[in-house]
């Protein structure tokens, strides 16, 4: 987890999860392009619906692997589904981030 909070949601083909910080913002974290197809094949729950996370909490196992030879790419998009409620946002890094890097602030 990018942040203390809790799971909002958890996707049933487990590509994406979505995040609500103690302060209100709201994420959904989709991993790779198109791996809705995957059905779930190559991901794990870590966690589940309504679960309070802290900051460097697992989500999910993922098979990078599984997903390349899917034929799909890994990028991950990172979305703040509330921003026009959250103020000016910042961008603190972008494109290939190390675990545990800052993205952004309000």
Do not use: C, W, Y
């Amino acid at each position: 987890a990018p942040f203390d909070g809790k799971v909002a949601s958890i996707v049933s083909t487990l590509h994406a999860v979505g995040l609500e910080s103690t302060e209100g913002i709201e994420l959904l974290i989709h991993i790779g392009m198109d791996t809705i197809a995957l059905r779930g094949n190559g991901f794990t729950p870590l966690v589940r619906e309504g679960q309070a996370v802290k900051a460097g909490t697992p989500l999910l196992n993922v098979d990078l692997d599984a997903i390349r030879a899917a034929g799909h790419p890994t990028a991950t998009a990172i979305i703040v589904t509330n921003g026009d409620d959250m103020g000016e946002l910042k961008m603190l890094a972008e494109g290939d981030v190390l675990a545990g890097t800052p993205l952004f602030k309000f």
